[in-house]
């Protein structure tokens, strides 16, 4: 059940809001001015070739690198103050094959409690029931006792976004959810996905291109070589007309710090 949102953050309507924001790696920019807002409840795909900057956009939202100029708040607030963490669910590109992840399905996806879980104590009926549910939404519930490393890409993908479920947020930033996953995976994932959309829920995504998503997709933002390009409509095939919906018309298309403790499993390469 998604959490009720407090006295102060319900005065602002903006999940995210990023302002001029430029990323540097070596020295070479990967974002450049970049501004976007979104909005409590939108779906918002993030596009674009790879190198665009897309994944480093949402490392930067997460303060999972730093800002070289720039700012971004979360719910109203700058993002070096913001400490309600267990309201984000991050669902990195793939889960690490390093020692540090627990090895089966119900251990990654109780690690998604860590913000609520009680210290030196083991999980309770609440968390537990919590991850069943969990498991339940993304159609796992029978591979709980398997090791992770047992599953497709596909299902391994899926325990990532149960894991973010299992700690109650109702926003997710997902990177990259679909790549390399199988068509019936694709299928599976978009259905969990629909299904926190109709919750309420304020969801993220980069990808490569819509695919299942396609239908639940009201707004894409498009980026090329560090700048915005287009954010509004998404893209649809010819003659497939666009529903309805606000089109949001960057500001700053054309324009030319401190990390926050997201639980992360690992971001593998950069964008």
Same mark, same amino acid.
């Given at each position: 059940?998604?959490?009720?949102?407090?006295?102060?953050?319900?005065?602002?309507?903006? /999940?995210?809001?990023?302002?001029?924001?430029? %990323?540097?790696?070596?020295?070479?920019?990967?974002?450049?001015?970049?501004?976007?807002?979104?909005?409590?409840?939108? %779906?918002?795909?993030? &596009?674009?070739?790879?190198?665009?900057?897309?994944?480093?956009?949402?490392?930067?939202?997460?303060?999972?690198?730093?800002?070289?100029?720039?700012? *971004?708040?979360?719910?109203?607030?700058?993002?070096?103050?913001?400490?309600?963490?267990?309201?984000?669910?991050?669902?990195?590109?793939? &889960?690490?094959?390093?020692?540090?992840?627990?090895?089966?399905?119900?251990?990654?996806?109780?690690?998604?409690?860590?913000?609520?879980?009680?210290?030196?104590?083991?999980?309770?009926?609440?968390?537990?029931?919590?991850?069943?549910?969990?498991?339940?939404?993304?159609?796992?519930?029978?591979?709980?006792?398997?090791?992770?490393?047992?599953?497709?890409?596909?299902?391994?993908?899926?325990?990532?976004?149960?894991?973010? &479920?299992?700690?109650?947020?109702?926003?997710?930033?997902?990177?990259?959810?679909?790549?390399? %996953?199988?068509?019936?995976?694709?299928?599976?994932?978009?259905?969990?996905?629909?299904?926190?959309?109709?919750?309420? /829920?304020? *969801?993220?995504?980069? &990808?490569?291109?819509?695919?299942?998503?396609?239908?639940?997709?009201?707004?894409?933002?498009?980026?090329?070589?560090?700048?915005?390009?287009?954010?509004?409509?998404?893209?649809?095939?010819?003659?497939?007309?666009?529903?309805?919906?606000?089109?949001?018309?960057?500001?700053?298309?054309?324009?030319?710090?401190?990390?926050?403790?997201?639980?992360?499993?690992?971001?593998?390469?950069?964008?």
């Amino acid at each position: 059940m998604l959490p009720q949102a407090s006295p102060a953050e319900t005065s602002s309507p903006l /999940a995210f809001s990023v302002r001029d924001a430029v %990323v540097e790696y070596d020295r070479r920019p990967v974002l450049r001015g970049v501004s976007l807002d979104v909005r409590q409840g939108e %779906v918002v795909a993030v &596009l674009g070739a790879n190198g665009s900057g897309k994944s480093t956009l949402l490392r930067a939202m997460l303060g999972l690198v730093p800002l070289a100029g720039g700012e *971004v708040s979360v719910r109203g607030v700058p993002l070096r103050r913001f400490r309600d963490w267990g309201r984000i669910g991050y669902v990195p590109q793939r &889960l690490s094959a390093g020692g540090g992840v627990p090895s089966t399905v119900r251990e990654v996806v109780t690690s998604g409690r860590i913000n609520r879980l009680r210290r030196f104590l083991p999980p309770s009926a609440a968390d537990r029931a919590a991850v069943d549910d969990a498991l339940a939404s993304v159609g796992l519930g029978d591979r709980a006792g398997d090791s992770v490393h047992e599953l497709s890409g596909g299902q391994q993908q899926r325990v990532l976004i149960a894991r973010a &479920l299992a700690g109650g947020p109702d926003v997710f930033v997902m990177d990259e959810p679909m790549a390399g %996953v199988d068509a019936a995976n694709q299928q599976a994932l978009a259905r969990t996905i629909e299904g926190l959309s109709n919750r309420g /829920a304020t *969801v993220v995504l980069v &990808l490569h291109e819509l695919g299942p998503l396609e239908p639940l997709i009201r707004r894409s933002v498009t980026l090329d070589h560090g700048v915005i390009a287009h954010d509004g409509a998404p893209p649809r095939p010819e003659g497939d007309c666009a529903r309805p919906g606000h089109d949001h018309v960057h500001p700053h298309a054309d324009a030319d710090r401190t990390p926050a403790a997201v639980p992360v499993i690992e971001v593998s390469r950069r964008d």
